[in-house]
């Protein structure tokens, strides 16, 4: 007799003297200390305020169900496939080893014959090493387990521990995992489906290989028919039930990876190793609509930016093979170096010409574009074309489809880009978007890109000018100026507007409307560069970040979007300093609160920074930059006449801003390159950045009435605008800068 007959012979006698074995002299076995004090290994995971998973952090991705929660289907679909007699043996079907070594020792087909009891065993105390030792160990433990033991408990411990796939261990993870649900809300088509996995999770499963999934799913099927289980109407209806799966990485909402990355460093800073083991869930305040939203307004303007500025060219050049097996073999391994950016996927070109290209995609399949899907590259499908700009066979491009399944040509855009937004009342982060591709590059610019605000700095000049008793009737001369040695501390210098038009004498409110720089300087030099950067701490300003000088009117000092967004909320909300937060709550793997923010409550006098009147009347300001101003088009296309905000655009056009805010939402975006340079002549704020605030905005303030806000008391409206009543007399503040005579027609004006 072969010796692994002979091997399995002994191993049916040892399991059907085993349990007498046990009982008289139980063997030098591990202690059952992991499974009657079962503590998994649960990742962290981070969800918006409405409970959308948005992170998952963690080697392993489980989660835990007590047997009692687990549907009675999934257990029957297991129970079918996997253990039968679970229930009826003790912890060793000896039926089924009799059955698995009679068919070994006639040569027939290998059968498995491991119940629930004895895997449980080898997933918590052995190795998969396929040892007789191992297996002879393998059983006493069984017998011991079923000893100390109920079944419903190693039932649960083997639903929440088995290995699924995609780095999925028990079945609820699995079902989010590949399909989304909580296992309550599982098909009987999807729980036979999970039921098939523990076989062989790594090559069975329904994402890699669905129709060996598919085939052991029916198997599943019908073994529950068998037992009966189920009716054979459900039988055929769960037959006929056509499943989605979902990709790879679609269990989770991948449109806030940059505020899930802040919350991990935030509960690694804490928690250390035990951040992705101790099962701690995250509540953050981001809300999913308007997550999604931004997420959606961040790629569609960065795009449209980059569509502009015309095709670079293709990402890599291949040699293709003539053998057709080794060709498919690099274009996929070359692929892999480059993933898709979401809706923009990498292919292999294999062939070209001006009015059609063909190319292979990551999954295998090959795509024709067509010339209106070349229309952007039409440069690079010249025949003259340079050689870095050229495609053809072998290149690697970026493609999308549109909204009619029309393959054309893309490219990953090399601009950086942000928007964040809070309620303004709280400082609850509502929407962060941290840049155009967090798995390109982690930096995240809301937080950590120190850009130069340019004019969206003014609106602080100007509200330090109020302070001061000017008002946006005050006249100040845009004409031409020139600031002495003197003055500047330095070389001379000449401030200019970016329009290089002069309007002359003209009111705050227009000069701040239509972002006049020089008047900006003018107005600053009235109240002085010290009392205006004295007056930025208020609004949660970094000082140390701001210039004490002239250039402080042009926002030449430094923010960062988060900062901005901030600071513009005392405006929205009346003069309230706000501090942004993300986290809102902390659970542990019991739900036991490990934390929970305490925010200040809306408009607490203690919490006031900025006079009533002072926000009310910058606020009426900023509300006619979006009427007739710099940023006119959000009201156009937003319909509403209830948005404030101002445009920024830095020296040359390397920063683009738009700071704005309608009721309880505050909203900043900017764009720019990392490494700082010209986003074009033609592009400013209200180009670059007002677009994602438009589209961001238009589904957040979709569901909110138009609102305005009241005057409060002390301010009036005078001369066909608002003063404070405290300086309503005082006509020392009507003009900056005007020549004599007008001053005196400003003087009689009155």
């Not at 130069?452 to 000017?470: H, R, T, V």
């Not at 500047?488 to 409110?509: C, E, H, K, S, V």
Request: charged fraction near 20%; hydrophobic fraction near 40%.
């Amino acid at each position: 007799m072969p010796i692994s007959h002979f091997c399995r012979a002994l191993l049916l006698l040892w399991v059907l003297v085993g349990p007498a074995v046990y009982a008289a002299s139980p063997l030098d076995l591990p202690s059952l200390e992991s499974m009657t004090d079962y503590r998994p290994k649960i990742p962290l995971r981070v969800y918006t305020s409405d409970n959308v998973l948005i992170g998952e952090f963690g080697q392993e991705r489980r989660d835990f169900v007590a047997i009692k929660d687990i549907p009675l289907l999934q257990k029957q679909a297991l129970l079918a496939i996997e253990d039968s007699r679970f229930y009826e043996h003790g912890g060793v079907d000896y039926k089924g080893v009799v059955r698995a070594v009679l068919a070994d020792l006639s040569g027939g087909l290998k059968q498995g014959a491991s119940t629930i009891t004895m895997q449980v065993a080898r997933d918590f105390y052995l190795t998969k090493e396929k040892l007789f030792s191992r297996k002879l160990t393998e059983v006493m433990l069984a017998y011991k387990i079923e000893a100390e033991l109920s079944k419903d408990q190693i039932l649960e411990l083997y639903m929440n521990q088995v290995y699924l796939g995609q780095r999925a261990y028990g079945f609820s993870s699995a079902a989010r995992i590949y399909f989304g649900k909580s296992l309550k809300d599982l098909s009987l088509a999807q729980a036979a489906m999970l039921a098939g996995l523990p076989q062989a999770p790594s090559s069975i499963n329904p994402i890699t290989n669905p129709q060996r999934a598919k085939a052991r799913q029916q198997l599943v099927l019908k073994r529950m028919l068998d037992l009966k289980y189920i009716t054979e109407a459900q039988y055929q209806a769960a037959l006929k039930d056509n499943i989605h799966v979902l990709a790879e990485g679609q269990s989770i909402n991948n449109h806030a990876p940059y505020a899930a990355e802040m919350v991990r460093q935030a509960i690694f800073g804490q928690f250390k190793d035990e951040t992705y083991t101790r099962g701690i869930n995250v509540y953050t305040t981001l809300v999913s609509t308007d997550q999604d939203a931004a997420y959606a307004a961040v790629r569609r303007s960065v795009l449209a930016y980059d569509q502009r500025r015309g095709y670079r060219g293709p990402q890599a050049q291949i040699d293709l093979p003539r053998d057709a097996t080794e060709r498919q073999k690099l274009i996929e391994a070359t692929l892999q170096k480059y993933p898709a950016s979401d809706t923009l996927l990498s292919a292999v070109v294999v062939s070209a010409t001006p009015k059609s290209v063909r190319a292979v995609l990551a999954n295998g399949n090959s795509i024709e574009l067509l010339p209106e899907g070349l229309r952007f590259a039409s440069n690079a499908l010249k025949d003259k074309a340079p050689a870095a700009l050229k495609i053809k066979a072998g290149s690697v491009i970026r493609v999308e489809q549109d909204n009619k399944g029309r393959w054309r040509v893309s490219q990953i855009p090399n601009v950086g880009a942000a928007l964040v937004a809070l309620n303004n009342q709280t400082g609850a982060m509502r929407a962060l978007v941290g840049g155009f591709d967090f798995y390109s590059s982690e930096f995240n610019h809301v937080t950590q890109a120190w850009r130069q605000p340019g004019s969206a700095m003014k609106p602080f000049i100007y509200s330090a000018a109020l302070d001061k008793g000017y008002t946006p009737g005050t006249l100040v001369n845009d004409a031409p100026l020139t600031l002495t040695s003197e003055e500047t501390g330095g070389q001379p210098w000449q401030p200019q507007n970016d329009d290089n038009q002069f309007d002359g004498a003209i009111t705050l409110r227009t000069a701040l409307a239509k972002s006049k720089n020089v008047a900006a300087v003018r107005l600053l030099r009235a109240i002085t560069p010290a009392y205006a950067h004295d007056f930025l701490p208020r609004f949660g300003l970094d000082v140390s970040k701001q210039p004490v000088n002239y250039t402080l009117a042009l926002g030449t000092g430094a923010v960062t979007p988060l900062q901005l967004a901030g600071a513009y909320s005392v405006f929205a909300n009346g003069g309230f300093q706000v501090n942004p937060y993300l986290i809102q709550k902390i659970t542990d793997i019991r739900g036991n609160v490990l934390f929970e923010a305490a925010p200040v409550l809306p408009a607490q006098e203690a919490n006031r920074v900025l006079d009533a009147r002072n926000a009310f009347i910058t606020d009426s300001l900023l509300r006619e930059v979006t009427s007739s101003g710099t940023a006119a088009s959000a009201s156009q296309k937003l319909a509403r006449h209830d948005l404030a905000g101002k445009t920024g655009t830095s020296s040359d056009a390397v920063d683009g801003w738009f700071a704005g805010y309608s009721g309880s939402t505050t909203a900043v975006a900017w764009m720019g390159f990392d490494e700082p340079r010209s986003l074009g002549s033609h592009e400013f704020g209200a180009t670059v950045a007002l677009p994602i605030w438009i589209d961001y905005m238009r589904v957040n303030l979709a569901k909110q009435p138009v609102s305005m806000p009241t005057p409060p008391a002390g301010v009036s409206m005078s001369q066909g605008d608002w003063v404070m009543d405290a300086f309503s007399d005082n006509t020392a503040t009507r003009s900056i800068d005007l020549d004599p005579l007008q001053k005196l027609i400003d003087l009689f004006s009155f």
